[in-house]
């Protein structure tokens, strides 16, 4: 099995140790670096259809960096395109739900596809469009977030509200809803959305059942605007 080793305090790399004949497969542009035993080829990992999911599903690249040790042992660095936290993952008897663009990599017996999600999570939750990743098979997962990283466990009976922004994946076993925190149900969902969106509080995710969540600190979208109006205001 490969071995995935996060090093580094600062923006981490991923160091990946194959044996020969072992593969993994990662996002596109992830590679930093690799030894010359190994190969690195783009590919549409499970055909055509599959690939045009994860990219509905996930933001993903239409084709996925394969590396393979070919010619012996060998290793190689990887690293998330936004600087942030990762977290190893074993996919088996637990299967993991993915954030738009939270993939990093994965061994190759980890199956990467797209699950269709309920109207009003593919509506409001950012979570991924009305299909979501899903890593199902058996093998270590890699999933970055923006900022650093934390896993929460969710027990029975002790429900989760997390700011939808800094999920970055979590258990498939999980229950989970938008929400709105703090304000009285009567209103109904729209009549939350409305308050929400007029007091800055924003849309949640409610998680109930046991289970991990994994979350980010930083707000990627939040960034991005922040960004954005900075640099409007330059040029005017």
């Known amino acids: 099995m490969a071995v ?3 090093t580094g305090d600062v923006d981490p790399f991923l160091h990946v140790s194959l044996r020969k004949g072992e593969r993994i497969y990662c996002e596109s542009d992830a590679m930093v670096m690799m030894e010359d035993t190994l190969d690195l080829s783009g590919r549409m990992t499970g055909g055509f259809m599959s690939a045009l999911m994860r990219r509905l599903a996930n933001g993903e690249s239409f084709f996925q960096q394969h590396i393979e040790a070919v010619r012996g042992d060998g290793d190689c660095l990887l690293s998330p395109t936004l600087p942030g936290a990762m977290q190893v993952l074993e996919v088996g008897a637990i299967s993991y739900l993915i954030s738009d663009g939270a993939f990093l990599a994965a061994e190759s017996g980890v199956d990467l596809r797209a699950r269709a999600q309920n109207v009003g999570n593919a509506v409001f939750a950012q979570t991924g469009g009305f299909f979501i990743g899903e890593a199902t098979g058996n093998g270590k997962l890699v999933v970055s977030g923006f900022g650093s990283s934390f896993i929460l466990e969710v027990a029975p009976g002790r ?11 979590w258990d498939s076993r999980l ?3 938008i929400s709105v925190p703090n304000q009285s149900r009567s209103s109904g969902l729209l009549g939350r959305l409305i308050n929400s969106a007029t007091s800055g509080e924003g849309v949640v995710l409610r998680f109930s059942g046991q289970g991990k969540v994994v979350i980010s600190s930083r707000n990627r979208h939040a960034f991005m605007s922040w960004i954005g109006a900075g640099t409007g205001g330059s040029r005017a």
């Open 4 to 6: 995935f080793t996060i």
């Open 159 to 169: 429900d989760v509200v997390i700011d939808n922004a800094h999920v970055v994946a």
């Open 175 to 177: 229950h989970y809803q």
